[in-house]
């Protein structure tokens, strides 16, 4: 069970960081992605980050703004979003799968688990 929270209300330029805790003991054993979907658009992937920690992927349009990062221990996935603009809104979803590899990584189809979402609104 995966459990998203951080999201709010934020001016354009400002920062958030969202979380999502997940449950079980294996957390360490999946890739955990950060997907968005804007209302009227289809979910798009934004962030993913491999079990140890140690590589991390993003949307082209997140690069150098945004940052994924894990703490095993604690079973919790973070994104530090920062230098937000307007068409970052979105509603965000975190994602875990054992398996995806690097090829399909940004795939939100080759997730079996999802959080529930957090909004996440940038006025201009």
């Known amino acids: 069970q995966l459990q998203a929270s951080g999201g709010g209300l934020v001016q354009a330029g400002g920062s958030l960081r969202l979380s999502c805790a997940a449950s079980?003991?294996?957390?360490?054993?999946?890739?955990m992605g950060w997907f968005r979907q804007a209302p009227g658009k289809e979910r798009e992937f934004v962030a993913a980050?491999?079990?140890?920690?140690?590589?991390?992927y993003y949307a082209d349009s997140v690069k150098g703004r945004f940052t994924i990062s894990r703490d095993n221990a604690k079973n919790t996935v973070y994104l530090q979003m920062s230098s937000l603009r307007p068409e970052d809104t979105a509603v965000y979803f975190c994602?875990?799968?054992?398996?995806?590899?690097?090829?399909?990584?940004?795939?939100?189809?080759?997730?079996?688990?999802w959080g529930q979402g957090t909004l996440v609104t940038v006025s201009s």
């Open positions: 079980g003991r294996t957390f360490r054993d999946y890739v």
């Open positions: 994602a875990a799968d054992r398996s995806v590899i690097l090829s399909s990584i940004t795939n939100h189809g080759q997730y079996d688990y």
């Open positions: 980050i491999f079990r140890s920690g140690g590589s991390t």
